[in-house]
């Protein structure tokens, strides 16, 4: 596209926005008080589900080729807005005119009880995750979830706390996971007869932000399956690469074939809650396959800095100064999976809790 269509292009956008806000002023449905939330980076088949979690907003949602110079025009006409940006994939020039004028960037995340099948595959999530201060994976900066954690009275909560032991035992009862497209399966068919110790080393995508933020060391797969073997030379080390590397949606920046020697490789699709049957320990970067495994008894050491590391719980390789206390295990799955997510069913577009998200997945399987 040459220069002058773009620039065209942008001048529409940026005119389209201006109408469509002209016409909710004069709108009776909706008053000057209403704020006005700019959303970037959300696919379109996204957008009829996140409309649901921003009810209180006149919800705009910036298309992705959209340039500042052309946004900024309406945003000086709208002094009464936040911008709402999925993970920190928005344009660095974003992040800084918010920051420059004052402008409360909220971040979004899939929730931890999200669904049955995956984002990859358009399924709409049960729970999406809001901060107001940086994101639960970003653990160079404060977020929403580390104050709550770090605050949150729950001695003074014990319904809470109830609730949090009910959660836990239906996620296990049910075997419920953050995903749950992958079919059942037999462990003993794939793992073999166990006669030791069994470590799990959970695999990731490598250049994802929840390693970028989450990390203060670049550590790949391979590595963290050496650090596994070395750490448990009598063990059988298990190696479960992620997913979405294994069919090929995203790049592999380590070869599990290096590593054969020393890990039984899972290549095959293997369910989180199926994998982590006959686990002794589990070892992770920053993945939320550790809290999980540690919800189910395991041991869990982290190698990054995960939003459950630093409160007691899993034997931490990076610190987190700013993390303060010990919590118990249903502490943390209080805050991380029942205060700080917002549950809405994506089909009936109402609220529920995570008790209804767990039983709707259930059911949906």
Not at 179 to 196: C, M
């Amino acid at each position: 596209m040459s220069k002058v269509k773009q620039i065209i292009k942008s001048m529409l956008n940026a005119g389209q926005l201006f109408v469509k806000l002209i016409q909710w002023t004069i709108n009776p449905l909706h008053t000057d008080k209403q704020k006005v939330a700019f959303v970037f980076n959300v696919s379109k088949w996204k957008q009829s589900y996140i409309r649901s979690y921003l009810s209180t907003y006149k919800v705009v949602f910036v298309p992705a080729a959209e340039k500042l110079w052309g946004l900024s025009f309406v945003f000086k006409r709208t002094p009464n807005k936040i911008f709402v940006v999925w993970g920190y994939k928005e344009d660095k020039k974003i992040s800084q005119y918010a920051e420059t004028h004052g402008i409360q960037v909220v971040r979004i995340e899939d929730g931890f009880v999200r669904s049955v099948g995956l984002g990859a595959m358009h399924t709409a999530p049960f729970s999406l995750c809001m901060d107001w201060k940086g994101m639960y994976f970003d653990s160079t900066k404060p977020s929403d979830l580390e104050e709550l954690l770090n605050t949150y009275h729950f001695n003074n909560d014990p319904l809470l706390l109830k609730r949090a032991v009910h959660c836990i035992k239906m996620l296990n009862e049910l075997g419920i996971s953050k995903y749950n497209h992958v079919k059942k399966r037999e462990i003993a068919e794939l793992y073999g007869p166990k006669t030791k110790k069994r470590v799990l080393v959970i695999g990731q995508v490598e250049d994802d932000a929840s390693i970028k933020m989450g990390s203060d060391k670049r550590w790949t797969n391979n590595d963290l399956v050496r650090l596994a073997r070395k750490e448990n030379s009598d063990a059988e080390i298990i190696y479960k690469p992620h997913p979405d590397v294994l069919t090929g949606r995203r790049l592999k920046q380590s070869d599990p074939n290096e590593i054969k020697d020393i890990a039984k490789v899972i290549e095959e699709p293997l369910s989180l809650v199926d994998s982590l049957k006959t686990i002794d320990h589990v070892y992770t970067i920053t993945s939320l396959s550790g809290f999980e495994a540690l919800i189910r008894g395991i041991k869990v050491t982290t190698v990054g800095a995960p939003f459950y590391s630093g409160w007691g719980l899993t034997d931490d390789r990076q610190l987190v100064t700013r993390r303060k206390r010990k919590l118990t295990t249903e502490e943390l799955f209080a805050g991380a999976y029942i205060l700080y997510p917002k549950y809405i069913d994506p089909y009936r577009k109402e609220v529920i809790t995570i008790e209804e998200a767990i039983e709707r997945i259930s059911q949906a399987e």
